[in-house]
């Protein structure tokens, strides 16, 4: 994710689409067993990046508990996210944002783990409540090189695609196996991610055929070298319903978890939506090319020559975003977003 507060900025599509896990993640804090008096009752949050997109779900599974535990029952909030993370714009948030969780709870306490969420990063039975939104279609790694394109969704190459779909499923164990470890017994994790439909729709295909386009063309002004394009690969991956449910087929639990409920749903298109009620269609193609930049383009910049320290980063950055506004405000329409919401119990 971009850091120094982008992400935090241009991230309000992730947010538009939180109604149906939000709900998910109070019913779990409503009824999900608590710790023994004095143990604070531990939240985690698995892939906060900056923090913005975590004040609404933090806030609303605290106070759920607070009102079965009382004002002065200690709830620690771990939010979690890769060592490069932008942390220091994530305490400024709890800080200052009007809207954070910490506001007016003396008893709430806030901490940070900078590791991979696919080991073990916290203490085992220790998690009361999990929560993670738009970080595990994130794979651990990019497994191969996708010649066709940045995003596998979209490749003909049918070993990039296999290599992809095998790491989604190994990287969807680990995590599974890790949050098994360190949820409490009853405890219960809330996923909320990127999926693909029953017949292989990844959805955004406008905005990466817009992203596709943009490299093509910053590669025929010389910005780009071919091979380095060839490089770029985001490493997210949509799994579809069965995907998900597969560690769950061959026995009722996976790693101590069961899955107790998923559902498969269209996020809320709020660009599209703002482009009906105004028909703007340069911020139209703005605000697609602004979220693209925050969530995907540190990653392609991974590409250059010399990666993000590449001196051509920020003015590759910068004209990506640009040739991507121009070329969407063309054309503007809907964009499909599927997603899929999971509650997890703990055994
Ligand atoms: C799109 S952001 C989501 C941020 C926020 N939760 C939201 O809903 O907007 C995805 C986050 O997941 C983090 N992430 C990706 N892979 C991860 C991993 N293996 N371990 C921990 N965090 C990871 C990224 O660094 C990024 O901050």
């Given amino acids: 994710m971009e850091g120094a507060g982008a992400y935090n900025r241009r991230s309000g599509v992730q947010a ?58 200690a709830i620690s909030v771990v ?14 948030t709890l800080a200052d944002d009007p809207e954070s969780y910490m506001k007016g709870d003396e008893a709430v306490f806030a901490s940070a783990v900078g590791r991979s969420f696919y080991g073990q990063i916290l203490p085992s039975c220790s998690v009361t409540l999990g ?4 970080a595990v279609q994130w794979l651990s790694h990019a497994p191969a090189q ?16 296999a290599a992809f779909a095998r790491l989604a499923k190994e990287d969807w164990h680990a995590f599974l196996l890790s949050r098994g470890k360190e949820l409490c017994p009853g405890g219960r994790l809330v996923i909320v991610t990127m999926a693909c439909s029953d017949d292989g729709d990844f959805g955004h295909r406008g905005v990466l055929e817009a992203m596709q386009s943009g ?25 579809t319903q069965r995907e998900f449910v597969e560690p769950f087929t061959a026995q009722e639990r996976f790693g101590g978890l069961s899955l107790e409920r998923i559902e ?14 105004d028909g703007d269609a340069s911020l139209f193609g703005a605000s697609w090319a ?41 054309k503007p329409g809907p964009t499909f977003i599927p997603l899929a919401g999971l509650v997890l119990v703990k055994a």
């Fill in 264 to 277: 498969m749903f269209e996020g809320d298109d709020r660009i599209w939506s703002q482009f009906e009620r």
């Fill in 131 to 134: 929560w993670s939104s738009w």
């Fill in 146 to 161: 996708i010649p066709d394109h940045v995003q596998v969704a979209y490749s003909n190459d049918p070993a990039a695609r």
């Fill in 16 to 73: 538009a689409s939180l109604r149906v896990p939000l709900s998910m993640l109070e019913h779990a804090a409503a009824t999900v067993p608590l710790p023994g008096q004095p143990a604070p009752v531990v939240i985690a949050d698995y892939g906060a990046s900056s923090g913005h997109n975590s004040l609404a779900p933090m806030k609303a599974a605290v106070s759920s508990l607070r009102q079965r535990c009382g004002a002065d029952r």
């Fill in 290 to 330: 602004a979220f693209s930049r925050a969530s995907v383009f540190p990653t392609l910049a991974l590409g250059l020559a010399d990666g993000r320290n590449d001196p051509r980063a920020p003015v590759f950055m910068d004209r990506l975003e640009a040739v991507m506004a121009a070329q969407l405000a063309r």
């Fill in 79 to 92: 939010h979690t996210d890769l060592p490069g993370n932008d942390f220091a714009v994530l305490f400024q």
């Fill in 215 to 239: 490299l093509r063309q910053l590669t025929s002004e010389g910005l780009l070298r071919p091979a380095e394009v060839r490089q770029m690969a985001i490493p997210t991956f949509g799994r």
